[in-house]
């Protein structure tokens, strides 16, 4: 499955920003559009109907937990609690809902009871690997190059995009 079609939604309580923000970082450089209530709700809209938008057109939803999220009751409950209705949609062999946990926490949701979850700690990389998996993204192959690697090999983000729309027309005309 192409790594382009897929989106994830990532939900988190505000006091775990910081991992939230290194998993939305990581996400996007093997080539994922990620969503978050951070970047993707404008002044003025409203963010309980945009953050249900952003759910429902995600494939998938990775809730992170921590024992700071547990403690709290707030809207990212609703969220997890939105997601899980929502995600019925899918088959039951198919992964749509990738809980996360940041810390040695309980999952409070009895639905997500029977979904295996991973764990970001002790060791974030393992766990992050995890994740690629259950989306079925190989990361043995570079998908996007770097902000370094585009710099190594001299080519600006226009020459990049020009590239890569010359790659597309040829293997749509050549086909």
């Known amino acids: 499955m192409s790594v382009l079609n897929k989106t994830v939604f990532i939900s988190y309580a505000h006091e775990d920003a910081d991992s939230c923000e290194r998993l939305h970082k990581e996400l996007t450089n093997v080539g994922l559009t990620v969503s978050r209530d951070k970047d993707d709700i404008l002044p003025g809209e409203k963010w309980e109907i945009k953050i249900r938008k952003l759910i429902r057109s995600s494939r998938y939803f990775i809730p992170l937990f921590s024992t700071k ?5 707030a809207y990212v409950q609703k969220e997890i609690k939105y997601a899980i209705d929502n995600y019925d949609i899918y088959r039951e062999s ?3 809902i990738i809980p ?3 810390d040695n926490c309980k999952i409070p949701f009895e639905k997500l009871e029977k979904i295996e979850y991973v764990d970001l700690f002790p060791n974030w990389e393992s766990g992050f ?3 690629l998996r259950a989306m079925q993204i190989d990361t043995t192959q570079t998908l996007v190059p770097s902000e370094k690697e585009k710099w190594q090999m001299g080519l ?3 020459d990049w995009k020009d590239l890569l729309i010359s790659i597309c027309k040829k293997n749509v005309f050549h086909s």
Not at 69 to 73: G, H, I, K, S
């Open 69 to 73: 999220w547990v403690d709290r009751a």
């Open 94 to 96: 198919e992964i749509s």
């Open 100 to 102: 996360a946990r940041l």
């Open 129 to 131: 690997q995890r994740i």
């Open 156 to 158: 600006s983000d226009k």
